[in-house]
């Protein structure tokens, strides 16, 4: 892929870790400096006389960046291999990486995050938390494959949409932890302490010329540093291998794995912008507004995290970073190799269900049979499919109620209407993890499959 | 120096735009709010948790003022950019090679992400407070679709620069198109609309033909994206900005606990 010889990729990238490296250790230090001036450093240990403090620890930390940043400048292919990512580690992950290794991971470390949140919002362990995401992020440059995409100029914004989801994410948690530990020693959320007012002039409107400032110069060193991308002229006969989307859809290209284009590309984006649209008229706890809070809506929290960050943001990770030509899938320290080839073998449900199973060829129409009886016979060959979709999305949400207070109660409260249109939303959107995992496992294709009418499921 | 800004702001010219003295005291700071345009978005006085950084992120705003730095730099970009074959490329070419200290391509461009971000995490901010919930259902509902104008605006940017990211970009994303039920020529049902044997729904008439004006990504796509980028969409994203403005003063300013 990259042309380059190695020595030559190592110059290119070594400007940028020195840089990098000195800015982290700029943001510890003021980090030590920050927590010691305003009293709130925490002892970690007790040294005799004097305690090690968390200042001492982020002071140490900036201290080790400031020594990898020469290393960083050197470009030395020898020097630079001591700020690397070891070659038998980048090894295991390019094996042990795939689709279903991604997903499941991402799905469980977000589990692990919600269920222990009060340890992971605490500031120190936070702290740590990026410090160590923006090491293995520098150690991985100096490998040519990480860096070629992660330095492609559109790509740029999306590594820092992932750092600014998780500075946020771990933000509203922060606050909402905060409120709801209030909550119980009956005390109203932080919010309700702020209410006095102040004149918009001045207090809001020069927050708003300083953020303005700031962001042009931001938006101005950008422009400067970073070229917007120009490939060759476009040409109708010269398809590049891989055509991607725009990278804000790449979450639904990487649906067209799993669904038909009808269903990747048309109707579940509207099922996505209609189901955003309904979560006013759906969520009626009244609870939790205007406030920061995870214990009083913790349905719902959950419910637009499996959505958001699962769903939605992960997925464009992985179509922008981890699916290369062919779309097929590469590790994040792989060569972007044409020629893989993946064995591709998906089988429709209905041929398990009769060839497999039953052992008997699919029912198919006689040839010259009318067009009812056609259609008879096609319904009938997929029935396998349509009895399970019809159950998941008819009879679930009647089982749910059946089988669990928390659902008794919702459908008490919204009604038979409201009710349905929440547990089928939230069903379709379940729908897809359930797909990628039949389609890894058992190499599932499709549920109902109707070539006859362009109506495969 | 002090008697000429005296000067200044006695002046009939000075006083036909400015209302009243500088916003140093109570009164004309409120003044100022209540007589200025621009500032009159605002209410005179707000919660303090309202203006919290840590509260609302400022993100709407961010994404606002995103929208108008996409705004003057957009049309800078069109005094040099032509829509047509012929140019579109030449004159992206020409504004990186030739345009000295050219920085409006890379402002309007990351500028353009960046909005799609922050529209992204002003909505989860704005679902973390719960500010969705009653009085404010609807401004909701325009926000969804702020943010699907916002991706709409990206996405027909994108093919302008006509270089190959562009048109097969453009290409994978409208193929979908194509499989629309009933009124794309690949998608379900798309059989059920024929006459006399004869299919009306043909990749010359179907949903992919009406978004790009042509069979495939051309020159008629160019010219339709073009005016729905700098004209169509601007235009109903603005009406709707003014109407969420609008919107979460009448929905009693920024949410905060009952
Ligand atoms: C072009 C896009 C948008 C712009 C320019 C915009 C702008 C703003 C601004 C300036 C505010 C004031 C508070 C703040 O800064 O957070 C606000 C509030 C609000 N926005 Fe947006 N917004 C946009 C898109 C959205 C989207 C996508 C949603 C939701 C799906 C949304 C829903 C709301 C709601 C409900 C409020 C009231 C929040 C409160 O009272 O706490 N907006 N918007």
């Known amino acids: 892929m990259h042309g380059h010889n190695e020595a030559e990729f190592l110059k290119e990238v070594a400007g ?96 692990v995050l919600f269920v222990l ?86 207090d809001l409107v020069y927050i708003e010329l300083i953020c303005m400032v700031f962001l042009t110069a931001f938006l101005l060193v950008w422009a400067i540093v970073l070229k917007a991308p120009l490939e060759e002229p476009a040409s109708a006969v010269k398809t590049p291998n891989p055509s991607k989307a725009p990278w804000y859809f790449l979450g639904l290209q990487e649906m067209l794995v799993y669904y038909d284009p009808w269903m990747a590309g048309v109707v579940l984006p509207s099922l996505i912008i209609v189901g955003l649209a309904a ?31 699962l769903l939605w943001v992960t997925l464009i990770v992985m179509g922008t970073f981890l699916r290369g030509p062919n779309w097929n899938f590469f590790g994040p320290y792989e060569t972007w190799d044409p020629h893989k080839v993946e064995a591709l073998n998906n089988v429709d449900l209905s041929e398990f269900f009769w060839i497999r199973w039953l052992h008997m060829p699919r029912p198919k129409a006689p040839d010259g049979a009318g067009i009812l009886r056609t259609l008879a016979m096609i319904v009938y060959r997929e029935s396998p499919g349509i ?15 059946l089988g669990s207070r928390f659902f008794r109660d919702l459908f008490a409260r919204m009604g038979f209407l409201r009710y349905m249109v929440l547990a089928n939303l939230l069903l379709m959107m379940m729908l897809l993890p359930i797909k990628m995992i039949c389609r890894w496992g058992f190499n599932l294709k499709y549920f109902v499959a109707i070539p006859e009418y362009m109506l495969n499921f | 120096m002090a008697s000429l800004s005296e000067i200044i702001r006695g002046s009939q010219i000075w006083k036909s735009v400015f209302r009243h003295p500088l916003p140093v005291d109570r009164r004309n700071r409120i003044a100022v709010i209540l007589t200025n345009f621009f500032l009159h978005l605002h209410p005179v006085s707000i919660r303090k948790q309202g203006i919290a950084l840590s509260y609302t992120w400022c993100m709407g705003g961010v994404t606002f003022f995103l929208f108008l730095v996409e705004t003057v730099t957009g049309v800078l970009l069109m005094f040099y950019y032509r829509p047509t074959l012929e140019w579109a490329y030449q004159d992206i070419l020409a504004l990186r090679d030739v345009t000295s200290m050219g920085v409006m391509r890379e402002l309007h461009r990351w500028g353009a992400h960046g909005m799609v971000i922050t529209v992204w995490l002003h909505m989860y901010r704005v679902f973390l407070t719960g500010s969705y919930k009653p009085p404010r259902e609807f401004n909701w509902v325009v926000g969804v679709i702020l943010l699907l ?30 499989a629309t039920p009933i009124l794309g020529h690949e998608g379900p049902g798309a059989q059920l609309l024929t006459v006399d044997g004869i299919s009306m729904i043909t990749n010359a008439s179907d949903a992919r033909f009406g978004l790009l004006g042509a069979r495939f990504v051309g020159e008629e796509t160019l010219n339709r994206f073009y005016v729905l980028h700098c004209v169509a969409i601007p235009l109903a994203a603005s009406v709707l900005m003014a109407i969420h403005f609008w919107r979460i003063r009448k929905d009693g300013g920024i949410s905060g606990p009952l």
């Open chain 1, 279 to 309: 979560i006013p008229y759906l969520d009626f706890n009244k609870k939790g507004n205007g406030y920061y809070t995870i214990d009083e809506r913790k349905f719902a929290y959950v419910m637009f995290q499996f959505g958001f960050l």
């Open chain 2, 149 to 178: 104008l916002t991706l709409l605006l990206s996405f027909t940017g994108y093919l302008l620069p006509w270089d190959q990211l562009a048109i097969w970009a453009i290409t994978v994303g409208s193929n979908m198109a194509r």
């Open chain 1, 117 to 202: 949140r009060r340890f992971f919002v605490k500031p120190t362990v936070a702290w740590i938390g990026l410090n160590a995401s923006l090491l293995l992020m520098g150690l991985s440059m100096t490998d040519p494959d990480f860096a070629d995409i992660v330095r492609k100029a559109d790509n740029v914004p999306i590594v820092g949409l992932i750092f600014m989801l998780g500075f946020f994410t771990w933000l509203g948690a922060y606050r909402a932890i905060e409120n709801d530990d209030r909550a119980k020693r009956g005390l109203p959320p932080v919010e309700a302490e702020q209410r006095e007012k102040v004149l918009v002039w001045p």
């Open chain 1, 16 to 111: 940028f870790l020195g840089v990098y490296y000195l800015a982290l250790a700029a943001m510890n230090m003021t980090a030590a400096l920050y927590v010691w001036k305003s009293g709130k450093a925490l002892r970690i240990v007790k040294l005799g006389g004097t305690a090690a403090t968390t200042a001492h620890l982020w002071l140490l930390l900036g201290l080790v960046f400031l020594l990898m940043a020469p290393l960083g400048f050197s470009g030395d292919a020898a020097t630079m291999r001591l700020v690397s990512v070891p070659e038998s580690f980048r090894e295991i992950i390019n094996v042990a990486m795939g689709p279903m290794v991604y997903t499941v991971g991402s799905v469980v470390g977000l589990v």
């Open chain 1, 387 to 401: 009895v399970l979709l019809v159950g998941y999305l008819a009879i679930v949400p009647h089982a749910l109620v």
